[in-house]
Nanobody
Framework: QVQLVESGGGLVQPGGSLRLSCVAS????????MSWYRRAPGKERELVASISAPGVVYKYSDSVKGRFSISRDNAKNTVYLQMNSLKPEDTAVYYCSRDDYWGQGTQVTVSS
């Protein structure tokens, strides 16, 4: 079955960086577009970034452009989200997604 397992979240000060990872299993990872979403407290779920199967970045949310970078390693069945210059408004649970499949999420908290 499809499994997506995120890791790398945590507490970071404003201006700091984190790198999220999502390890996928149960499907042909290299043939699917993968995405990162986030849900902040009291807000709708937001698409953060997507990357195509061969590794072409498909989309970034306007709110993270220039600060976040999505990448993937098809040999490791892993998609990454490098987050730099973090802001308090980036605080959210971050989810890895493939179509209608979701991971359990990893909490990112940006606070001094």
């Amino acid at each position: 079955q499809v499994q997506l397992v995120e890791s790398g979240g945590g507490l970071v000060q404003p201006g700091g960086s984190l790198r999220l990872s999502c390890v996928a299993s149960g499907f042909s990872f290299a043939t699917y577009l993968m995405s990162w979403y986030r849900r902040a407290p009291g807000k709708e779920r937001e698409l953060v970034a997507s990357i195509s199967a061969p590794g072409v970045v498909y989309k970034y949310s306007d709110s993270v452009k220039g600060r976040f970078s999505i990448s993937r390693d098809n040999a490791k069945n892993t998609v990454y989200l490098q987050m730099n210059s973090l802001k308090p408004e980036d605080t959210a649970v971050y989810y890895c997604s493939r179509d209608d499949y979701w991971g359990q999420g990893t909490q990112v908290t940006v606070s001094s």
